[in-house]
């Protein structure tokens, strides 16, 4: 029968504080969490959900409004903290005719991947502080410009409270697009859950011709519905809270 090796005291007591040390190591340096990114929703009950990047825009948003409400169908609108500073009232609006309300950065810079995550941090402050007057709650969602993330962005928005939205599917309506291409693009991509990508508003605050945008949507809306989709915000087509504090549901519970 073999015997069990007895080591030395101080060989034990080596191996113990090694290990020690390992385990604080482990705790001090294990990675941060990110957060969770989203890019489609519940694939059951043929929903998907409308959204519309870097507004609010003058007269594209109240027009894409309009049509949103005489076609009772609400969606997701992703702004822009620059612009909610010149055009707050539009934030306001959204509420008010039932959308749902995320933060897209303060001015659209395509160096936040690069950023730090403090001064990553400092766009998202800003970027909430120009929201706090017209929406009165901080949003649980944040949709990166471009879609490019890194993981100093993912950890900071963990960090806050944020779920980071992506797409399913893009409208191509950022581009020289036609509003036929724009509708083709989404009709062709379409599947229950789909998150679809639009804009009411333009890079960096700009101003753009969003015309073609709001002549296609209103052909979108009713070639979904001939196909038997609804239409839901993304907090009801993903369970991602809305705001703040609220607490998440599962993506395919009733809403």
């Given at each position: 029968m073999e015997h069990p090796v007895r080591l030395p005291r101080h060989?034990?007591?080596?191996?113990?504080?090694?290990?020690?040390?390992?385990?604080?190591?482990?705790?001090?340096?294990?990675?941060?969490?990110?957060?969770?990114?989203?890019?489609?929703?519940?694939?059951d009950g043929h929903r998907v959900a409308l959204t519309f990047d870097d507004g609010p825009n003058p007269p594209y948003t109240e027009e894409i409004l309009t049509i949103l409400v005489a076609h009772r169908v609400t969606a997701t609108f992703f702004v822009e903290g620059q612009a909610v500073?010149?055009?707050?009232e539009l934030v306001t609006r959204e509420l008010e005719d039932g959308m749902a309300v995320g933060l897209h950065s303060y001015g659209h810079s395509q160096d936040l991947p690069l950023m730090t995550r403090a001064e990553f941090g400092r766009d998202?402050?800003?970027a909430e502080k120009a929201l706090a007057a017209?929406?009165?709650?901080t949003p649980g969602l944040y949709r990166a410009p471009y879609g490019h993330m890194s993981r100093n962005m993912l950890v900071e928005?963990?960090?806050?409270?944020?779920?980071?939205?992506g797409w399913?599917?893009?409208?191509?309506?950022?581009?020289?697009?036609?509003?036929?291409?724009?509708v083709s693009s989404v009709l062709d991509q379409v599947q229950p859950g789909s998150i679809i990508l639009m804009h009411d508003g333009g890079v960096g605050g700009g101003n753009p011709d969003r015309s073609n945008t709001v002549a296609s949507l209103p052909r979108i809306i009713d070639g979904l519905r001939s196909r038997g989709y609804a239409f839901a915000t993304v907090p009801e087509l993903t369970g991602a809270p809305g705001e703040h504090g609220e607490a998440r549901r599962p993506a395919c519970s009733a809403n």
């Open positions: 060989r034990v007591a080596l191996l113990l504080a090694a290990a020690l040390v390992g385990v604080i190591a482990t705790s001090c340096f294990a990675p941060a969490a990110e957060a969770e990114h989203l890019s489609y929703g519940c694939r500073e010149t055009h707050h998202l402050q800003r017209p929406l009165g709650y928005l963990r960090a806050r409270g944020y779920i980071s939205i399913e599917v893009d409208s191509t309506d950022w581009s020289s697009a036609s509003a036929d291409q724009v």
